[in-house]
């Protein structure tokens, strides 16, 4: 057999949850690999994000939340004026990027990573929208309208979560595999 007509399965929880029967996902070999490359990708993109800010000195969120034009740029201005609330917020970024980006590329609490990464990616959106009338001090990458690269990646970041490859090559395989040897020793 071709090793990209090889299939892999995994057992698929939630449908047999929700419908009592053992149900089992196949991937070929190909559509494995591609997803695993892409979450891979998308995670050394955002870990390498937040280990630039760490390594940039006097790095703040700051001047993005003050070009903030959209639904949020109420809260941006809150955060901005009060400097606590503002170092709390670029701890949070760094070092959520760095999380998130490890757990993607290791395939660690994937699930988690990739939902975590699309919440903070979708605010990083809802915060500079390419929308018709809003104009941004900024240079901008490439000409948009209504979506870009953030929205793109947010919407990557949830087929992650759809698709759990970290199930069958990643850290999770192997979470998995030790807390179901542990539940037949239970047993």
Known sequence: MPLYKKQFRYRNKKIERMKGIKAFTTFTTFQLTTLVLFRMLIGWQILYEGISKLLIPNWSSAVFLRESQWILSGFSNWIISH?????????MNTWGLI???????????????????AALVF???????????LEYSLPAEGNCLIFNKTLIEAVGLLILVVFPTSSIFGLDMFISRFTKSKNKKEE
């Not at 999380?99 to 990464?117: C, N, P, S, Y």
């Not at 605010?123 to 009338?133: E, M, Q, R, T």
């Open 123 to 133: 605010i990083y959106y809802l915060n500079s929208p390419p929308l018709v009338g």
């Open 83 to 91: 400097d606590g609330v503002l170092q709390m917020v670029d701890f």
């Open 99 to 117: 999380a998130i980006g490890l757990g993607l590329i290791l395939g660690l609490f994937t699930r988690v990573a990739a939902i975590a990464g």
